[in-house]
């Protein structure tokens, strides 16, 4: 039983670690193209940045370790833990290569400050889960596996929650002016989706708490019969790849679906802790 | 269970219960001050008000002789490309102005910060150095002036501004 359930923990890295890998490179490879902000004549140059308080590096050695060669540096060591993170399990690197990638992305927000989204913050978790879950299979510790699964499943289903909860208390949320209204961006919008939405009110509303609604009901998921779990994640990808499609989102999907194998076996958790199975 | 394991299931679970408290307005300056490093996220997308405006920066400059120039586009970002649902590195830069911006706007209703306050406060002053930089200084220009102009729509654009700043010394 216990070979089993390591077993099942053990695919759920593979298939983790690989999406995990896939936002590393992509996002890292993003940033690189954005070398340029953090000149000194960029939009994140630290001469003006340090001024910030609350900064936790000291001051003697801040300038270079917030250089633009120091942020390459930590982009470089990004990629090269990305790579390794490719090579089949079981791989020692694995652990190592988790941490690295999480510290990564620690140093990243601290040294931008702005420009951060919710596919850094969830490239984030994965690395923790990813990191914790290799180190339980290394260590041939259930429980210890058993928690990074816990962390990243627990996660996802606080931010899909969350998402909805916070549209749901909102008026142009609820009205359907949301859908409109961040199509019509350019930054975040799309130009013929938004003159499809402007004739459809109607449509947009139905949008709208189409969104909320799923959002809100995500924990259903580990409640739901095998195969209406995973219908729902599959329908839960596509708007993930909706969502990179109209809005730009293209972060978001390679660490939202990196949730879904430790979803699913918290579903087998939570099903088998009901009696259900 | 080794006590690793009960320290980890431990150390998780806090972390669920502080991302979900963090989520609520009451307890974010709390949670805030001890989220250095990010490890406790925000999962709030596009909601309660999502993003319904671009935001672009302008700058003009005044002559020593007090004429003042045209309002010039300042760039910041791109175009999003047609394949940005694989390759978007442009959303960064707009993230970055938008954050910045959205800053401000909290900044001008703080009672400890305003209007007088702002040109002390890193958002501004990091709007103001790029803006700077990014636009060549006109001969002869002393001063220049930025101003931060919100649009919607994507071939009939409403444009409106939002913020415009006090004059700057060029040198």
């Given at each position: 039983m216990v070979t089993e359930g390591m077993a099942d923990i053990a695919l759920c890295l593979?298939?983790?670690?690989?999406?995990?890998?896939?936002?590393?490179?992509?996002?890292?490879?993003?940033?690189?193209?954005?070398?340029?902000?953090?000149?000194?004549?960029?939009?994140?140059?630290?001469?003006?940045?340090?001024?910030?308080?609350?900064?936790?590096?000291?001051?003697?050695?801040?300038?270079?370790?917030?250089?633009?060669s120091a942020v390459s540096a930590v982009l470089v060591c990004r990629i090269a833990a990305g790579l390794l993170l490719l090579i089949p399990y079981p791989n020692p690197a694995d652990l190592p290569c988790s941490l690295l990638i999480l510290l990564s992305c620690f140093y990243m927000s601290r040294r931008t400050w702005f420009g951060g989204d919710g596919s850094d913050q969830m490239g984030m978790v994965i690395a923790a889960g990813v990191a914790i879950i290799s180190a339980g299979l290394a260590l041939d510790d259930m429980n210890l596996a058993a928690s990074g699964v816990f962390a990243i499943s627990g996660q996802a289903v606080l931010a899909y929650f969350v998402a909805g909860a916070a549209k749901v208390v909102s008026?142009?949320?609820?009205?359907?002016?949301?859908?409109?209204?961040v199509m019509k961006t350019r930054t975040y919008g799309h130009s013929l989706a938004a003159s499809f939405a402007a004739e459809r009110p109607a449509f947009c509303k139905f949008v709208c708490w189409l969104t909320i609604g799923t959002e809100m009901l995500f924990p259903?998921?580990?409640?739901?019969?095998?195969?209406?779990?995973?219908?729902?994640l599959c329908c839960f990808a596509l708007f993930h790849f909706s969502n990179a499609y109209f809005m730009g989102l293209n972060a978001f999907v390679w660490p939202f679906l990196a949730t879904y194998p430790a979803v699913m076996l918290a579903h087998s958790a939570v099903r088998n802790w009901m009696g259900w199975v | 269970m080794s006590l690793v394991s009960i320290l980890l299931y431990s150390v998780v679970t806090l972390w669920l219960v502080i991302t979900?408290?963090?989520?609520?307005?009451?307890?974010?300056?709390?949670?805030?001050?001890?989220?250095?490093l990010h490890i406790i996220?925000?999962?709030?997308?596009?909601?309660?008000?999502?993003?319904?405006?671009?935001?672009?920066?302008?700058?003009?400059?005044?002559?020593?002789?007090?004429r003042l120039t045209d309002w010039k586009s300042v760039p910041v970002y791109p175009a999003r490309p047609k394949l940005a649902y694989l390759w978007n590195p442009q959303k960064r830069a707009s993230k970055i102005l938008t954050d910045a911006i959205q800053a401000i706007k909290l900044l001008l209703k703080r009672d400890d910060v305003g209007l007088s306050g702002l040109p002390f406060t890193v958002p501004y002053l990091l709007l103001l150095h790029y803006a700077a930089h990014a636009v060549p200084a006109e001969p002869d220009a002393a001063e220049f002036q930025i101003a931060i102009i919100e649009s919607t729509g994507h071939l009939e654009r409403e444009l409106e501004c939002s913020f415009l700043s006090s004059f700057h010394s060029r040198w």
């Open positions: 593979v298939i983790t670690k690989t999406l995990l890998a896939a936002w590393a490179l992509l996002s890292a490879a993003e940033w690189f193209a954005n070398l340029h902000l953090f000149r000194s004549d960029g939009l994140l140059t630290w001469n003006i940045l340090r001024l910030r308080p609350h900064l936790l590096i000291p001051p003697s050695v801040r300038h270079r370790v917030h250089a633009e008026p142009v949320w609820r009205d359907g002016n949301a859908l409109l209204g259903l998921v580990l409640l739901a019969p095998p195969g209406v779990a995973i219908a729902s | 979900l408290l963090a989520q609520h307005s009451r307890f974010q300056s709390v949670i805030n001050r001890f989220n250095g996220p925000r999962w709030t997308f596009f909601a309660p008000n999502p993003g319904v405006r671009d935001y672009h920066l302008v700058i003009r400059e005044r002559y020593r002789d007090g």
